[in-house]
Antibody
């Protein structure tokens, strides 16, 4: 069974960076797209970007361009999302989610990582 | 970016009764005259979203057949034939025609 296990909650200062990990097991890591989606408290879902590790294809949402970096380590079957220049508006739960390609169908999700940005 | 608009935003339903959620996109999600790049997700309280419907009408693995998706182009509908208590949560549509993927605002289904 596919599982995506994310790193634990983080508390960060404004202006700093956070790096969230997403370890995959039970599937063929690398050939799937790993997407990152965030959800601010009480709000909807926002897609940030994604990566297909085996072909090193990465897409970012324009509004995060320059602030977000998505990487993957095939040897450890782990994907990462790093967000820099944090503000209070980045306080959210960050999810990783797997899809067969960049065509939707996010079929397995991580449990979510709460990132709180506070001075 | 493609804008996704859902209605209603709140949906109280009596168990056993049907329910329907509408999702409209600002541009057609139909590609190659064949596939509609529209997904439906359910987020139960305190959980990550779960995939219900992919490509407009294909139920994901393990999803009960009381859930169905229909529509094409810019207008889509998620139907639940008979609502059960376990169906409570927020339903989102998401377009996957192009990045950035974008979601509807969400429809909160609650039991009357």
């Amino acid at each position: 069974q596919v599982q995506l296990v994310q790193s634990g909650a983080e508390v960060k200062k404004p202006g700093s960076s956070v790096k969230v990990s997403c370890k995959a097991s039970g599937g063929t890591f690398g050939t799937y797209a790993v997407n990152w989606v965030r959800q601010a408290p009480g709000q909807g879902l926002e897609w940030m970007g994604g990566i297909i590790p085996v072909i090193s294809t990465i897409h970012y949402a324009q509004r995060f361009q320059g602030r977000v970096t998505i990487t993957a380590d095939r040897s450890t079957t782990t994907a990462y999302m790093e967000l820099s220049s944090l503000t209070s508006e980045d306080t959210a739960v960050y999810f990783c989610a797997r899809a067969p390609t960049f065509a939707g169908g996010l079929d397995f999700w991580g449990q979510g990582t709460l990132v709180t940005v506070s001075s | 970016d493609i804008v996704m608009t859902q209605s209603p935003l709140s949906l109280p339903v009596t168990p056993g009764e049907p329910a329907s959620i509408s999702c409209r996109s600002s541009q057609s999600l139909l590609k190659n005259n064949k596939y509609n790049f529209l997904d439906w997700y359910l987020q139960k309280p305190g959980q990550p979203p779960q995939l219900l419907i992919h490509l407009g009408s294909n139920r994901a693995s393990g999803v009960p057949d009381r859930f169905s998706g229909s529509g094409s182009g810019t207008d889509f509908t998620l139907k639940i034939s008979r609502v059960e208590a376990e169906d409570v949560g927020v339903y989102f549509c998401m377009q996957a025609l192009q990045t950035p993927y974008t979601f509807g605002q969400g429809t909160k289904l609650e039991i009357k």
